[in-house]
């Protein structure tokens, strides 16, 4: 992988090419030799897709621990910081890719579960549901190891197949989340909008405006779908990238408000103490003890 840096210092990887002119996309077993008992945080720039098959411990994602247990599913969005947190390494698959890849159809909702996710992140496969995504899997490893005609196309397929498929495991674990609507998909873009602008635009209008609506309307939509209104979801983006680059990096409390869109340091410290509970440099302090074996 190649390795960029963001302010600070938290790992930021890019997409892992195998070669100059492949396309963003790849699919591999979990490396079953890797070192899984000790793992820095880091983030993406691209989507990933862990599957579990085997294993015991726990993902850490942004913050929030998730069970590792036989059958996991966890899918992680562009920028999201995460580390494993294992007693024995795990079995199963990883799947990277780029937006981009998934264009063949202008299937432009395929990366929708990826912003659906935050309040059920991880999901637990039936047996049914596995032998589904063993057919898919198995024949996208096919594909991705072939050089034969048409091989590009049946991997994008094949993939926005998985992601449906995903899609109908994941509402039918979760029947109490709003299947997708319209305003599942006016949540996924506003989402999408506040991860790449959350450091500049901090107003629900501004985002109202970019998305050619109201910002009632707008508000109404995404409290339907999240249970919080839009200005909520603007706020916790801005917090969770805070807790981010407190947890991981040395940036000083002015820098970082400053990263974050805020003139002034004291301003953000209180906006971060109302929304958390604690002082930027509390949490800083509270989140190393916890994790100190973890960030040495």
Do not use: C
């Amino acid at each position: 992988m190649v390795l960029t840096v963001l302010p600070g210092d938290i790992p930021l990887y890019d997409f892992p090419y195998r070669h100059q002119f492949d396309q963003p996309f790849m699919i591999k077993k979990l490396d079953l030799a890797e070192n899984w008992t000790i793992q820095e945080p880091d983030r993406h720039t691209f989507y990933a897709l862990f599957w579990v098959i085997e294993g015991e411990g726990f993902h850490h994602i942004d913050f929030t621990r998730h069970s590792i247990r036989s059958q996991s599913i966890f899918l992680i969005r562009p920028g999201q910081t995460h580390f494993f947190e294992v007693d024995a390494p795990p079995s199963g698959y990883s799947i990277f890719f780029l937006e981009e890849f998934l264009y063949l159809n202008n299937q432009e909702q395929s990366t929708e579960l990826f912003y659906l996710i935050d309040r059920i992140p991880a999901f637990y496969l039936l047996e049914d549901q596995i032998k589904v995504l063993e057919q898919i899997v198995s024949q996208l490893m096919i594909e991705y190891d072939s050089d034969q005609f048409g091989n590009l196309a049946a991997m994008q397929h094949l993939t926005q197949l998985l992601l449906i498929y995903l899609r109908r495991f994941y509402f039918e674990s979760n029947s109490t989340i709003l299947k997708p609507t319209n305003a599942t998909h006016l949540s996924s873009e506003f989402q999408q909008l506040v991860d790449k602008h959350f450091a500049q635009l901090h107003g629900v209008g501004e985002y109202a405006n970019l998305l050619g609506i109201t910002p009632g309307y707008l508000s109404e939509q995404i409290k339907l779908v999240t249970g919080v209104a839009a200005a909520q979801v603007i706020r916790q983006r801005i917090v969770i990238e805070a807790k981010r680059l407190l947890a991981h990096t040395q940036l000083t409390v002015l820098e970082l408000s400053n990263h974050l869109g805020f003139k002034d340091s004291s301003y953000f410290a209180r906006f971060f103490k109302r929304e958390t509970g604690q002082a930027p440099i509390a949490f800083r302090s509270a989140y190393r003890e916890k994790y100190r074996n973890t960030l040495n």
